[in-house]
């Protein structure tokens, strides 16, 4: 497949690739950063490239809200929102995911506040894990394209039928220009095609009910079949990745394992800083140290059984979490990961890192990579620990 | 990898065109095959406020996603801020760092103001050059073309036609033509030590 490289922000990037999809409706509101993916979005609108409805809502509430409605009438539908924003759609977010609407959302990540910070942590989606999204993360504008255009196959596939969250690091990939890949626009769409909802409200000879009061008789049965569908996203999300590799040569899984295969030392994390990681990891490597990364993709569904059996038998490995949990036993990446692990002899410790968009430099993977090999060599080291922080 | 990486930071103040230039140069170089990355640094983004741009160019992809901490070339587009050491214009610098500043004063003054021994520092009157150009006081496009002066990532002809491609859209054919003009003279008045 002949594609094209060309220089974008990760959010133009994630713009196009919406565009591919040839949403029917968009409803979002502003927040910094993700501003710039729908102000590229509504350029394409109105100079008449996108035939897309785009509703104009005063606020992240009425955002989701707008597009719930949308997608329950049968349309392909997305929003994209950052930070406080999400927390606003907040009680909606989960309405999404329960009446099973395959909304697509890019969220540009940002921590939240306060105090008011609009950089880069995973704070803001971290507080939705629970929501019932699929969470699929990017390290570059490269991945933040390609997981936009397999967001709406997972999300529409009837073993799923979930909405997605793409997730980018906010300035870090969304306001950089980089290099990438794109899709001609007949390509992405014969790999992404035609939605076809099940049901629509908008379908008088099948009238159907959305939403309604949901009590003590079959609210647990339907989120057990909110449950059933996590089960089976992990072969779709594969089965869709495949296909993409097959189409673009990029391949992707639940994660990103980097010169893991004879790694005595691993480190695990979400985003932008595994870049920065391997070009550290690979100095490394040339001094004989056997180190490697391991990026998760999917953060939701959390791939407990994959990430036991790779992270398994190592010497030492380490986490590293861009939001903190209050009063928790470390961020959410860690406490999952090492649950994933857990009846197994492998040192794991932890990293609290770049909240509000602090810099993760090739120092602070060094001192990561320096640590790995004490704890790697039998040393000890806490549980969690802060990386670049002034102490 | 990062032995043929291009690093440049960029010191400007707001409204000098200096993430605009930080940028445009990651998606020029794409024209020659190379790979670019561009980015400001986000703040409090006032006109008149010092900021700091990133470019890195290389071979091969850039992986990294963090600030550049030592520049194989720094760019300053405001004089001014070589006095201010917050602007940290010499910070991570190295005698092997090459200066490009916007000043009319001449390099050996320049050196010695910075302190950096060693360290190759050239000069041009790039705000100058725009005003009589552009007739605008927007440095940038003037110091990508003194930076050519002194780097072959681009040919002046390979610049010039990206930002054509890169600009038309946007800017009229007069400001795009002051531009060029700019590109060209502040490559040639490029002052060095």
Request: net charge negative; charged share 20%; proline share 4%.
């Amino acid at each position: 497949m002949e594609q094209k490289l060309v220089a974008l922000s990760g959010n133009e990037a994630v713009a196009y690739a919406f565009k591919q999809a040839r949403p029917h409706v968009a409803a979002a509101f502003p927040i910094t950063p993700q501003t710039e993916m729908m102000h590229k979005y509504a350029e394409f609108v109105a100079n008449g490239e996108s035939s897309t409805e785009m509703i104009l809502v005063e606020s992240e509430h009425s955002a989701m809200s707008a597009a719930i409605g949308s997608a329950a009438a049968g349309a392909r539908t997305f929003t994209a929102t950052s930070s406080a924003g999400f927390a606003l759609m907040w009680e909606v977010v989960y309405i999404a995911a329960s009446l099973r609407l395959p909304i697509c959302m890019a969220m540009v990540n940002r921590a939240l506040s306060g105090n008011i910070n609009i950089h880069c942590d995973h704070s803001d989606s971290m507080g939705g894990r629970d929501a019932g999204w699929l969470h699929l993360f990017s390290e570059n504008a490269q991945e933040s394209y390609d997981n936009s255009i397999m967001a709406w196959r997972i999300a529409e596939h009837m073993d799923v039928r979930l909405p997605v969250m793409v997730n980018y690091d906010g300035f870090i990939i969304s306001h950089t220009a980089d290099a990438l890949y794109m899709l001609p626009d007949d390509a992405a769409w014969k790999f992404i095609g035609k939605y076809n909802p099940a049901y629509t409200l908008l379908n008088p000879e099948k009238p159907i009910t959305v939403g309604p009061l949901d009590l003590t008789d079959y609210y647990f049965e339907h989120k057990t079949s909110q449950l059933a569908a996590y089960e089976k996203a992990p072969a779709i999300i594969q089965q869709v990745s495949d296909e993409f590799a097959d189409l673009t040569g990029r391949r992707y899984g639940f994660a990103e394992e980097y010169k893991l295969d004879d790694a005595e030392m691993v480190m695990v994390l979400l985003g932008s800083s595994a870049g920065t990681c391997k070009d550290v990891i690979d100095e490394y490597r040339e001094k004989g140290v056997k180190v490697g990364l391991l990026k998760l993709r999917t953060f939701r569904p959390f791939p407990a059984a994959y990430l036991a059996k790779v992270l398994g038998g190592r010497k030492a490995v380490c986490i590293l979490d861009r939001s903190a949990s209050f009063g928790g036993q470390g961020g959410p990446l860690f406490t999952e990961t090492r649950s994933a692990m857990y009846g197994q002899q492998v040192p794991v410790h932890g990293y609290i890192y770049g909240l509000g968009g602090r810099d993760f430099d090739l120092r602070q993977a060094a001192t990561v990579i320096e640590n790995l090999k004490k704890v790697a060599a039998g040393g000890e080291i806490a549980d969690i620990n802060l990386l670049g922080v002034r102490l | 990898m990062s032995g043929k990486m291009v690093e440049i930071r960029w010191h400007a103040r707001g409204g000098q065109g200096a993430k605009t230039a930080a940028m445009f140069l990651a998606e020029a170089v794409l024209t020659k095959g190379k790979y670019g990355q561009g980015f400001p640094e986000y703040g409090p983004e006032r006109r008149g406020a010092p900021m700091r741009g990133f470019t890195r160019i290389s071979d091969v992809p850039i992986r990294r996603h963090c600030m550049i901490e030592n520049p194989g070339i720094v760019i300053v587009l405001d004089s001014s801020l070589l006095d201010s050491p917050e602007a940290g214009v010499t910070a991570g610098t190295s005698d092997t760092t090459v200066f490009l500043v916007n000043t009319t004063d001449a390099p050996a003054t320049v050196s010695k103001k910075l302190g950096v021994k060693g360290a190759k520092v050239h000069t041009v009157d790039a705000t100058g050059i725009a005003l009589e150009t552009i007739g605008r006081p927007i440095p940038n496009m003037p110091m990508v073309g003194a930076l050519l002066a002194v780097n072959d990532m681009l040919s002046l002809d390979e610049l010039k036609g990206a930002l054509v491609e890169q600009l038309s859209s946007k800017f009229s054919q007069v400001v795009i033509d002051g531009n060029l003009a700019a590109i060209d003279r502040a490559n040639k008045e490029l002052v060095s030590a």
